[in-house]
């Protein structure tokens, strides 16, 4: 069965410095999402993807986050300069369509900035 | 106030039992998802409906549009089911999902 993949499942970093959080959405799939989640708190959503550009965000999605289509596979969050409040676990999410179409979870990264 | 609200927030049921978790939401949405979370914290879509009611094993899942409300329910809960059921909707605006804070599940054997 098809799913989406995340890499790596766990990245530590130094609180300033850049990551970039990687999925592969699943291959037929055309809209793409990153949620995280804060340890503790409610899953909440920060950008979804579609014919590549954005094309919803919330107001966490800041400057410090890009996200990217580099091929036709893979889907980055990049988040430029990380603080302490970015240790979250983040997912990945992809669907067929944008609009009553089930979205699928990949398994997470857990970003942990010290 | 937050958009989607579950409840309760945590349950504990012994093993057999037939188990109920509400959500209700206050906007305009065009499906609602249940999902589950497990320890590891991976999250898994149990269902998505926009009406009526779907069922898949022991679990159904009812929607009500006009009041705005949706109930999950477990039939002869097993410790294995174990696990944080979370209600997600997709606004009618969008493609985004908004979520609920969570229901604790612990099946006691």
């Known amino acids: 069965e098809p799913e989406v993949t995340q890499t790596p499942s766990h990245q530590v970093t130094q609180m300033g410095q850049e990551v970039i959080l990687r999925c592969v959405p699943i291959?037929?799939?055309?809209?793409f999402y990153w949620y995280r989640q804060i340890l503790g708190q409610k899953v909440e959503f920060l950008v979804s993807?579609?014919?590549?550009?954005?094309?919803?965000k919330s107001e966490i999605f800041d400057d410090q986050f890009s996200v990217e289509r580099p091929d036709g596979s893979n889907f980055t969050l990049k988040i430029r300069s990380t603080k302490l409040e970015d240790s979250a676990m983040y997912f990945c999410?992809?669907?067929?369509?944008?609009?009553?179409?089930?979205?699928?979870f990949g398994p997470g990264t857990r970003l942990t900035v010290l | 106030k937050n958009e989607v609200e579950q409840s309760p927030q945590n349950l504990t049921a012994q093993e057999g039992e037939f188990i109920t978790i509400n959500c209700s939401y206050s906007?305009?949405?065009?499906?609602l998802h249940w999902l589950q979370q497990h320890p590891g914290g991976g999250i898994v879509s149990l269902f998505m409906l926009s009406s009526g009611k779907k069922k898949h094993g022991r679990l159904i899942a009812t929607i009500n549009i006009q009041e705005k409300h949706s109930s999950l329910h477990i039939t002869a809960s097993h410790p294995r089911d174990s696990a944080v059921y979370i209600c997600?909707?997709?606004?009618?605006?969008?493609?985004?999902?908004?979520f609920g804070e969570g229901t604790q599940l612990t099946v006691n054997p």
């Open positions: 291959s037929n799939h055309l809209y």
């Open positions: 999410a992809s669907s067929l369509t944008g609009y009553y179409n089930e979205q699928f």
């Open positions: 906007v305009g949405i065009s499906a």
């Open positions: 993807f579609y014919n590549n550009e954005i094309s919803e």
């Open positions: 997600a909707v997709i606004r009618m605006s969008g493609s985004r999902l908004t």
